[in-house]
């Protein structure tokens, strides 16, 4: 599957460290979401972008910065994370924020040591 | 904002039988309700959905059944097969809340043979 991507698929990093993830959506759709994944809890909204500005900041920690300089990309940006940051980081796409079906990408799977 | 509470967190079955969960949310203005399907290791995606207009939902062996009084939907899964098992999301759609999915706890289905 190949309609949303993300890079890298896998990162360990120092909570000194600044990283960013990468997602990229080959479906011409125009919001974009990144959502956290931790075990034993459900799918947290963390952002939402709409034609690339931002409708949504679900009381995130400014550690994470989100930047979407077009439809088809959005990054998040990390900066002194710390070790209950370790997550699945999933990104997602939809036609609009009207559009029903979010398409998930396959994730970072982010280690704060 | 919306909370939805999703049960069983665990579900094992019989290779054949059936499989139901059920969520709860809390807003009565939520509209739309999806359930995803996340295989280990792979990206959660959409198996169907319900709008509140609707009473039941039906795509092959999977149903989607709302009770918008009572507030809650459940996913029927019968006749299940190995390849069922994976974490199922239910989540929920306020009205006026664009595409922002407030997912419930994710229950495993394991489905033996």
């Known amino acids: 599957e190949t309609g949303v991507t993300q890079t890298p698929r896998h990162l360990v990093m120092g909570m000194t460290n600044k990283k960013s993830l990468k997602c990229e959506q080959h479906?011409?759709?125009?919001?974009m979401y990144w959502y956290k994944q931790s075990a034993k809890k459900p799918l947290e909204l963390m952002f939402v972008y709409n034609f690339k500005e931002q409708t949504e900041n679900n009381s995130v920690p400014s550690r994470f910065s989100p930047e979407c300089p077009n439809s088809s990309h959005l990054f998040l940006h990390l900066h002194t994370l710390q070790p209950e940051d370790s997550a699945l980081y999933l990104c997602?796409?939809?036609?609009?924020?009207?559009?029903?079906?979010?398409?998930f990408g396959p994730g970072t799977r982010l280690t704060v040591t | 904002g919306e909370n939805v509470e999703q049960h069983p967190s665990t579900l094992s079955v019989q290779e054949g039988d059936s499989a139901v969960i059920k969520c709860t949310y809390s807003d009565s203005a939520s509209n739309y309700f999806p359930w995803y399907k996340q295989e280990l290791g792979k990206r959660p995606q959409l198996i169907i959905d319900i709008r509140s207009n609707v009473g039941e939902k039906k795509d092959q062996r999977i149903a989607v059944t709302l009770n918008k009084t009572a507030k809650h939907f459940s996913l029927h899964i019968t006749e299940t097969q190995p390849e069922d098992s994976a974490v199922y999301f239910c989540?929920?759609?306020?009205?006026?809340?664009?595409?922002?999915?407030?997912f419930g706890g994710g229950t495993r289905l394991m489905v033996k043979p």
């Open positions: 989540a929920a759609r306020l009205n006026n809340a664009g595409n922002m999915l407030t």
């Open positions: 997602a796409s939809s036609q609009g924020t009207g559009g029903d079906e979010q398409y």
């Open positions: 479906l011409g759709h125009n919001a």
